[in-house]
């Protein structure tokens, strides 16, 4: 029986998702070992980033269920087993970035996680360098998740900073974490303060961005970003109409660009403006409550329809609609098996392995 060439052989398993490619690994061992080269593993993922296939939404509902949804279809949800299995542990999401999770439990354990091969790794602990006070003093600590194609390495930051009043005691530092070497390393310290007791950055063009505060009576929020590359901090200026207004701001990451979620009141009247960054930000989104559809509960952006003419939305924390940029249409998804509540994500399924990368 005549054989198909290599070649096209990898363009047919391109197009395969992770489910179909796992199990097509018992064909043969050419196959397997296709499947598992490094090569092929990062040709499957850019396709489907690219292609926008092989994405699915991730539930977390009462801090330890995981459920996933595929992006594709949006019909019905998928409990996952996540790595601690049935330990009713809290657990957060860390980041997501190219099929990896990072999660974190009560006990500060950190966890990288791909749900589509079902493989999971600790990452070692890493202790706090600076001298605690005598005294109790606010503890603040920050992370963020993400890939530096430079150094092809998978890279998991954190921020801590603990503080007194008037800054009667304050010391930070900031670490990385290195898959490829499996350790952690400090680096230079940072020169803002971390405003909330826990907070998670979004990964977008190469970078972590959070939101802080350039000196502790500073009002207003301030947007910083964390190279994967270089390793060094930079601000980020918000849009300009977000200067002069009291807001209350969120982020999100959506199809790759940095989203800014901004909240304020005009003219007795309450706002929501969807800001995207690109080459620079652009207002995606605004709507009043007198004249939303939506309503005016929590409202997070998760990601662009494959035509792009659409947004998908998760409202309130319990269910999705998708948002019609031309018409400004609202229409409602309607998915088996939601749970009453969630938090969610947005990640690409792929191949990404978790061993020490080499």
């Known amino acids: 029986m005549a054989t198909l060439p290599h070649e096209m052989t990898i363009e047919i398993l391109l197009r395969l998702s992770v489910k179909d490619l796992l199990r097509f690994k018992c064909v043969s061992k050419p196959w397997c070992s296709s499947i598992d080269d490094p090569d092929f ?17 991730i539930l977390r509902h009462c801090e330890y269920h995981f459920f996933s949804v595929n992006y594709d279809s949006l019909k019905t949800t998928q409990r996952l087993n996540h790595p601690l299995g049935e330990q009713k542990t809290p657990i957060k999401i860390l980041g997501t970035c190219n099929g990896l999770l990072a999660l974190i439990d009560d006990n500060g354990r950190i966890f990288l996680w791909n749900p589509s091969t079902r493989k999971s790794q600790v990452l070692p602990t890493t202790e706090i360098e600076f001298s605690s006070p005598s005294i109790f003093f606010p503890r603040s600590t920050y992370y963020g998740f993400g890939y530096d194609s430079i150094s092809d390495d998978y890279k998991l930051v954190r921020m801590v900073q603990v503080h007194g009043k008037n800054n009667s005691y304050l010391h930070s530092e900031a670490k990385v974490y290195s898959l490829r070497s ?23 063009d190469n970078a972590l961005y959070w939101m802080v505060l350039k000196t502790p009576q500073s009002g207003n929020k301030s947007l910083v970003g964390f190279d994967l590359g270089t390793e060094e901090f ?10 002069n207004k009291r807001f209350c701001m969120n982020m999100k990451a959506m199809g790759g660009y940095l989203c800014l979620i901004a909240t304020y009141t005009e003219f007795n009247d309450d706002v929501v403006d969807i800001w995207i960054m690109k080459e620079s930000w652009m207002k995606l989104i ?35 609609v998708w948002y019609d940029l031309g018409s400004k249409r609202v229409e409602n998804v309607g998915i088996r098996g939601l749970p009453s509540s969630f938090d969610v994500d947005l990640y690409v399924e792929s191949l990404v392995p978790l061993m020490v990368m080499l």
């Open 41 to 57: 593993i990062k040709l499957h993922l850019s396709h489907s980033v690219k292609t926008n296939t092989n994405h699915s939404l």
């Open 182 to 204: 499996n350790s952690w390393r400090r680096i230079k310290d940072f020169c803002f303060y971390l405003s909330f007791y826990r907070e998670f950055g979004f990964l977008a």
């Open 234 to 243: 930079r601000f980020v200026e918000l849009p300009d109409s977000c200067l």
């Open 286 to 320: 605004s709507w009043k409550k007198s004249e939303s559809i939506l309503g005016f509960p929590i409202v997070i952006p998760l990601a662009f329809s494959k035509s792009g003419d659409k947004v998908l939305f998760s409202i309130a924390l319990h269910k999705f």
